[in-house]
């Protein structure tokens, strides 16, 4: 999961500051001779919830991504593996990922919130993360090389920042960056909220609003990366293991491929030359765009929101 200060940032100067679009490409669909590529990653595997939610989002979600042949990396908290007698069923559905092809990459191993441990603690967390993924990569004579930062939060300061990093690297691991990133998390906990309450009518609204607000997310990346890079990077999707996407990835997939999206794996998006650019120490989790323009001097521009009744509907389900 992932909390973000909403961005209300001054655009200003903004488009002073940039490039012109170099290739001069438009985003939207429809535009028929865009070629774009994308990798898609999906956070916080095997998922959230018991045993019988987590196998049906695992088995639905997993049969959209193979039939479309999407090469996806999914992101692993070992802490959902330990329920008594349930963990080889829920370490049977990591297998799933691996069975159909993909790859598993470490994302913590309690989901630790960066903010609230120092470097030691979360380096210990990034350790016990790895125990189950990297036996059943070796299994299948691959290698664990994949970290995402919880929350897309990298350090809450640069000496922070730069002790992570280097652990990282050191331990042999690539930080998976993301562009394409959203708030798809607030539409999915509605989601599963409706899905709770047998609001089928909620449900066809959210997912109807989320693929609306991914297309503007997408939109939004796009021209982001044109003005600031020149081209459009090989972008890289956050999403996460949850019932939204189980129930929607298919239409995700069309609303992309309608854009001219066709899907790389995440190593073949990471060769895109913008992924060697200096990412800015920043305290909330930031599209890697937004890093890149920060380490640069530059401001970041607001970003799509969800619609205001989706924020409310989040709000009076999960009011505290
Ligand atoms: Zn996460």
Redesign the pocket.
């Known amino acids: ?2 909390y973000k200060l909403r961005l209300v940032l001054a655009a200003a100067c903004f488009s002073l500051l940039f490039v012109p679009d170099a290739q001069g490409r438009q985003g939207g669909a429809s535009n028929g001779t865009a070629r774009r590529e994308v990798a898609v990653t999906v ?2 595997l095997p998922a959230w919830g018991d045993l019988e939610k987590m196998t049906y989002i695992t088995r639905k979600l997993l049969k959209s991504i193979t039939d479309n042949k999407v090469p996806a990396v999914g ?1 692993v ?1 070992e802490s959902q593996l330990f329920a008594r007698g349930e963990t080889d069923a829920r370490v049977a559905l990591l297998q799933m990922w691996l069975d159909a092809g993909l790859e598993l990459g470490n ?2 191993f309690s ?1 630790i919130l960066i903010d609230r441990h120092p470097l030691d603690a979360y380096k210990e967390d990034v350790i016990r993360g790895e125990t189950v993924t990297r036996m059943l990569l070796r299994e299948k004579g691959m290698k664990l090389r994949y970290f ?1 930062h ?3 939060r990298t350090g809450p300061t640069a000496e922070y920042k730069e002790g992570l990093g280097k652990f990282l690297a050191g331990r042999g691991y690539t930080v998976a960056p993301v562009t394409i990133d959203n708030q798809e ?1 607030v539409f999915a906990e509605v989601y599963s909220g409706a899905k709770e309450r047998g609001d089928k009518e909620t449900m066809k609204r959210v997912a109807e609003a989320y693929l609306k607000y991914m297309d503007e997310i997408f939109a939004f990346f796009e021209k982001l990366s044109r003005e600031f890079l020149g081209y459009e990077v090989k972008q890289t999707l956050l999403l ?1 293991a949850n019932e939204l996407n189980a129930d929607y990835f298919e239409q995700l997939v069309g609303m992309m491929r309608t854009r001219g999206y066709t899907f790389v794996s995440l190593e073949d998006a990471m060769k895109d030359k913008a992924y060697g650019l200096p990412d800015a120490q920043a305290k909330m989790g930031l599209s890697w765009i937004h890093r890149w323009m920060l380490a640069k001097g530059l401001e970041m521009k607001p970003e799509p929101a969800e619609p205001e009744w989706i924020a409310s509907l989040h709000k009076s389900y999960f009011r505290r």
């Open positions: 999961m992932k956070d916080d992101f908290n994302h913590t989901h995402r919880t929350q897309l998390w996460h």
